[in-house]
């Protein structure tokens, strides 16, 4: 009987993880001006990433989204905004019409990306990754101004509803212990 079970534990030890979390950095997505980016550049980074729209209730958020950027980019923090039209249609502008509507009225100087699909069959790739059946917190996004907070790994540490302002003291703590991660 012993010999049975440390022969069974010895074969577990060379079994690799297969439940690994996922990381984004393996992901590539396209920015605002329809440049291919591919997430690894964002390796070493704590990001936390926003599905955005220009006509929502939430809209003022891109205000806190900003004073948060700007106050933590220089211990790593990168806000991505990825705006989406699947919530009360309420993202209907270009691409060209949306960075001019951050930049003009809410001063975004983080990076914004293409209009994406956040649920659903044509559903983004990065969204499959943050929310889908393999995601440590899955589930479809429930409307515009949702977050995860993504690990300098690349992994997902946090999911925030949409009516988590960005400095609620939630989310505050959950990016400065992200931040303190090397």
Known sequence: MKLLLCAALFAGAFIPATNA???V?????TDIDGHAVKLD???????LIV???SECGYTPQ???LQALFKKYESQGLVVLGF????FGEQEPGSNAEIKTFCSTN???TFPMFAKIDVNGAKRDPLYTTLAGKDSPFPG???WNFSKFLIGRDGTIVKRFDPGVEPDAPELVKAVEAALAKK
Not at 25 to 29: C, G, P
Not at 41 to 47: P, W
């Open 41 to 47: 550049a964002y390796r070493g980074k704590v990001l």
């Open 51 to 53: 599905n955005v729209a």
């Open 140 to 142: 479809n996004i429930k």
């Open 25 to 29: 950095h393996a992901l590539s997505v």
């Open 62 to 64: 891109y205000e806190g």
């Open 83 to 86: 705006p989406c039209n699947q």
């Open 21 to 23: 979390a996922p990381s």
């Open 106 to 108: 809410y001063h975004v």
